[in-house]
């Protein structure tokens, strides 16, 4: 596709239950990033992927959360038994290569009820 | 503490006007600085990236500078447009991957 693309855009969910987030990067990007921006807040770094391997998860907040990413390209986030806390706009990049410029998807708004 | 510190938080400028926004970090060692733009429910997008050695690197209206020496950036918007309305974000990157630290932004409102 032309740019890295996220799904859902939105996502209610009630405080407990299971999300999953997906991202569809830049084909032929290999590395691939996600990022989590609360309201007001820096965006924080959470995960990095290089081909299908996760060289760097320090930013992962907890054992609840967890990415993978398959075949080189779709990666998916998942969240488990969910918190209000985890509220926030979910965002994925890619580039073509780790230190090369990081081209952003639109995001996904996890709300926790 | 966020090792990168972004002044203003927000500002407000006339439509054609010049402005400046601020961006301190400390993180070392050094690799590249970028500025972002990220309107509203959008994801950023890159504006400009420099190097230790660049000073200075422009981008249509948009003017980043880089002291490397005193880790200060800034950032210039020239005759601003309504549509430069945005969270203008600055991103050092240090890590031997290129991870990014991010600062928490500066809004800036363009009215008419």
């Known amino acids: 596709g032309a740019g890295v693309s996220q799904s859902p855009s939105n996502k209610v969910t009630e405080k407990g239950k299971d999300v999953e987030l997906r991202c569809d990067p830049i084909s032929g990007h290999t590395a691939l990033y996600w990022y989590r921006q609360s309201l007001g807040q820096g965006l924080e770094f959470l995960i990095y992927f290089q081909g299908n391997s996760a060289p760097d998860k320090s930013g992962l907040p907890s054992d609840r959360f967890s990415a993978e990413r398959t075949g080189g390209s779709v990666s998916t986030l998942t969240i488990q038994r969910t918190q209000q806390e985890d509220s926030a706009v979910y965002l994925c990049?890619?580039?073509?290569?780790?230190?090369?410029?990081?081209?952003f998807g639109a995001g996904t708004r996890l709300s926790v009820l | 503490k966020n090792q990168v510190e972004q002044s203003p938080q927000s500002l407000i400028i006339l439509e054609g006007k010049n402005c400046t926004l601020q961006c301190n970090y400390t993180v070392s060692p050094f690799s590249n600085l970028r500025w972002y733009k990220q309107d509203t429910g959008r994801g950023p997008v890159s504006l400009t990236i420099?190097?230790?050695?660049?000073n200075t690197k422009s981008n249509g209206r948009y003017t980043a500078t880089l002291d490397a020496d005193t880790k200060q950036s800034s950032l210039h918007i020239t005759a601003s447009q309504l549509s430069d309305s945005a969270s203008y974000i600055c991103v050092v990157s240090a890590d031997s991957w290129g991870k990014l630290q991010f600062g928490a932004g500066t809004q800036v409102v363009v009215t008419p």
């Open positions: 990049a890619s580039s073509r290569e780790a230190k090369n410029i990081q081209y």
């Open positions: 420099m190097t230790f050695s660049e």
